[in-house]
Nanobody, 117 residues
Framework: VQLQASGGGLVQTGGSLRLSCVVS???????MSWHRQAPGKRREWIGV???????KYADFVRGRFTISRDNARKTLYLDINSLKPEDTSVYYC?????????????WGQGTLVTVSS
């Protein structure tokens, strides 16, 4: 299973980004999740989307992050709005098991998002 994340870059505060994660070598019939890791901090969970498209998010998301998926394209998305400097992180996608409570089994390489103030 391979996961290729893209879409990161340098963005100004208040801006928006769409991150993509193309998955190969799998049926894509699993829950998928996004995580991030800021410099010097532990990796944190952002949210998960089930095989059917149901989502669950971490409390800090507060409506600024949206996870979606295109099963036909085997692609996972993360839309981020109203970006803040504290959102600066490497963002990782992961393929989980079945259901919202499943854990990540495979990880992408990450894509760096830098938010300037």
């Amino acid at each position: 299973v391979q996961l290729q994340a893209s879409g990161g870059g340098l963005v100004q505060t208040g801006g928006s980004l769409r991150l993509s994660c193309v998955v190969s070598g799998t049926t894509f019939n699993y829950a998928m999740s996004w995580h991030r890791q800021a410099p010097g901090k532990r990796r944190e969970w952002i949210g998960v989307i089930s095989e059917e498209g149901t989502t669950k998010y971490a409390d800090f998301v507060r409506g600024r992050f949206t996870i979606s998926r295109d099963n036909a394209r085997k692609t996972l998305y993360l839309d981020i709005n109203s970006l803040k400097p504290e959102d600066t992180s490497v963002y990782y996608c992961a393929e989980n098991g079945y259901g919202l409570r499943s854990n990540p089994h495979y990880w992408g390489q990450g894509t760096l998002v830098t938010v300037s103030s």
